[in-house]
């Protein structure tokens, strides 16, 4: 088995990670099962290039801590007290049941005690970091059935601490489990408090110093020393990492830097979480599956099935809809990272046999590996087991949209009430026109209602709604939100039942802009074209043009749907490349003129780039001096630099054009 260094090993992982990622992507496929499968192969038990489980782990458990703390971020205090039911009343009594049911069941199978305390929590823990993150991109994270999610994950984390005590002590053969456990929750009491309220007055003014030095370095050493501080300060009293992350993200979530702190902490999670996942399928021996694929198989599908009916009954006994229990079951059915930790302790101490912890492993691996599958289609999949109960949660969510639109016409629908869509509503309100507003924020909507605000809870996406929301009467029709995908869907659906509607976008970039309009989009409004176009309307009535023609300006590239602003030069930067399909994606690209180049002494029409229909010359360059959209009888000289226009391939083909004479 060769032996590696730890530069060696890392560079082994972070290769491996990026080709399992881009090929899963590239098939739509969760990321999450690339990471199990590459652990998997590169681990001890598959090919052994990475022997050393224990240092590349620990590396790997900073990516959980980092996302609980952009979870963290999404919620403040009072939405976490508004959550106390789902924390402490769902959360509390799934861990407990779940625990008892299954070492029920163990001890019926003759296991002992410390084997059943094991087992029962190892079943007890969901994945904080698969449901998390995958809840957080399919933007469910505040959902009904999220924040149930939410609530359970959180008690959990904060009971995995009773786990902890109570293995090594029942290895041990320790008596005093109570005085323990008591004194462990003094500690997380003690430190709870102290990160919420100490914290709560000293990382506001603490950020706005920071901020005030215009430092972006010094901004993101902050935001890393929080985040691993308040971990390291719950790991020392006892508790997790990640509980310590989640109430430093809480805290920050209250201020108005939450949106940068979450893009300096972004690149951090999503690298650590990925070697997370590496690390966990490491754990698993491959070579024993052919001897214990069964036991594995009944175990897996025992805890899917169990966890996801006894969570489903308990959120329908906390008054959730049949659909919301459902899925609230199926997003936290699969085993978590702390069942790991629990696995070692107990391998550790012998309270289970290696065969037992192998198979236990095994499950846990598997219902890891299928959960993004069973997430990701949680309302597809809660329709099928109880299409009667989505047809009256559905009817419910269109009664209450009815209700809140009762009286309206000719009236705007605004699609997402979060700060854009509020801004929106301000404007409308202040000039007299009637507005509704649908969002997916439980507490949000329920603010915004308590103040007198036509507000309704509901899936912007289901077109059932929106005719419920009297889009047949409505003036026009705002997308305030930044998921392009379901605004395209949206889009689509709305402009094929009414073709006079005004559909109004709003993008984060320029990426989806041609799709949007042919979807049919009045208006798309793509907030760094309108930043940059607002930045030169105030530049040039500093420079002294008059008002009225910088005015004249700005309608002119509107009118054009920013045809002229979407000619820009290409950028190697992974922010600006981001979720932006770059090969049909059209762009300036400069070709500069050799003596020997084909198009020498001919003037443009004789080179024939007419022929080519997606490639268009906005200038070229000759002696320092710039022409644009130069005419078909420029002769072209050597040393000149064509400036073109056009998606990447038809750029290709023009510049082979003008130095070889071959398109």
Not at 127 to 150: F, M, R
Not at 325 to 343: S, Y
Not at 412 to 421: H, S
Not at 608 to 627: E, H, Q
């Amino acid at each position: 088995m060769p032996h590696y260094t730890i530069l060696e090993g890392i560079l082994i992982l972070l290769a491996s990670a990026v080709l399992v990622s881009t090929l899963f992507r590239r098939f739509n496929l969760p990321p999450v099962l690339g990471y199990l499968i590459v652990g998997l192969v590169v681990g001890p038990y598959g090919l052994g290039w990475i022997p050393d489980l224990d240092s590349t782990h620990q590396l790997a458990e900073f990516g959980v801590v980092f996302l609980m703390f952009t979870i963290g971020l999404e919620f403040s205090l009072p939405k976490l007290m508004a959550m106390k039911r789902a924390v402490l009343g769902l959360g509390g009594l799934q861990v407990l049941l779940t625990t008892l049911i299954t070492m029920g069941i163990t001890f019926v199978a003759h296991a002992k005690l410390g084997a059943a305390v094991v087992i029962g929590g190892v079943v007890a823990m969901s994945s904080t970091a698969i449901v998390s993150k995958q809840l957080k991109d399919q933007l469910e994270l505040t959902s009904p059935h999220g924040n149930n999610a939410i609530g359970i994950l959180l008690f959990q984390d904060v009971a995995v601490i009773a786990f902890l005590i109570l293995v090594p002590s029942l290895a041990s053969g320790e008596h005093n489990l109570l005085l323990s456990l008591a004194h462990a929750l003094l500690k997380a009491t003690l430190v709870m408090l102290f990160i919420l309220v100490i914290g709560r007055r000293i990382l506001r003014p603490l950020f706005h110093m920071i901020a005030s030095t215009r430092s972006l370095e010094i901004f993101t050493l902050t935001v890393l020393l929080v985040t691993l501080g308040a971990a390291w300060g719950t790991e020392e009293m006892g508790l997790s990492l990640t509980l310590g992350a989640f109430l430093a993200g809480m805290m920050l979530g209250e201020t108005e830097f939450r949106h940068q702190i979450e893009i300096e902490v972004r690149p951090f999670r999503d690298v650590l979480l990925g070697l997370f996942f590496i690390t966990v399928g490491m754990l698993f021996n491959i070579v024993n599956l052919p001897d214990i694929w069964l036991p594995v198989l009944i175990l897996l599908v025992i805890m899917i099935i169990f966890k996801t009916l006894l969570v489903a009954a308990l959120a329908r006994l906390f008054g959730s809809s049949i659909p919301t229990a459902i899925r609230t079951g199926l997003v936290v059915a699969q085993g978590g990272e702390f069942g790991f930790a629990l696995l070692t302790l107990a391998l550790d101490g012998n309270l289970l046999s290696a065969y037992y912890g192998q198979v236990v492993l095994g499950a846990l691996l598997l219902s890891m590996s299928i959960s993004p599958f069973i997430i990701r289609y949680n309302k597809q999949i809660s329709k099928w087991l109880e299409p009667k109960g989505a047809i009256l949660n559905d009817q419910e969510a269109t009664e209450g949209v009815s209700n809140t639109a009762e009286g309206l016409d000719k009236h705007v629908i605004i699609l997402g009430f979060g700060r854009v869509g509020q801004n929106i509503a301000r404007f409308l309100e202040i000039e007299g026109f009637q507005y509704i507003a649908l969002d997916m924020d439980p507490l949000r909507v329920q603010n915004a209602q308590l103040a007198g605000e036509r507000v309704a809870y509901g899936d912007s996406s289901n077109i059932h709604l929106l005719d419920a929301a009297g889009l047949a009467k409505a003036r026009a029709l705002a997308i305030s939100f930044e998921n392009e995908v379901a605004s395209l869907q949206i889009t689509e659906q709305v402009r094929h039942l009414y073709p006079h509607l005004p559909i109004l976008v709003r993008t984060r970039d320029d990426s989806k802009l041609k799709s949007l309009q042919h979807a049919g989009a009045t208006e798309v409004i793509p907030e760094t074209l309108e930043a940059s176009l607002m930045l030169a309307f105030h530049l040039l009535v500093l420079m002294d043009v008059p008002v009225f023609r910088a005015m004249r300006h700005l309608r002119a590239m509107r009118s054009n749907r920013y045809q002229l602003l979407n000619r820009i030069f290409p950028s190697h930067d992974l922010n600006e490349l981001k979720d932006v399909d770059t090969t049909d994606r059209e762009q300036l690209y400069v070709v500069r003129i050799g003596p020997k180049a084909f198009a020498v002494g001919k003037c443009i029409r004789e080179i024939g780039l007419d022929n080519l229909s997606d490639v268009s010359i906005t200038a070229i360059k000759r002696n320092d001096i710039r022409v644009p959209e130069p005419g078909p009888e420029t002769e072209v000289k050597a040393g000149d630099v064509f400036v073109l226009y056009g998606i990447p391939s038809a750029l290709e083909q023009a510049e082979h054009l003008l130095l070889h004479g071959e398109a």
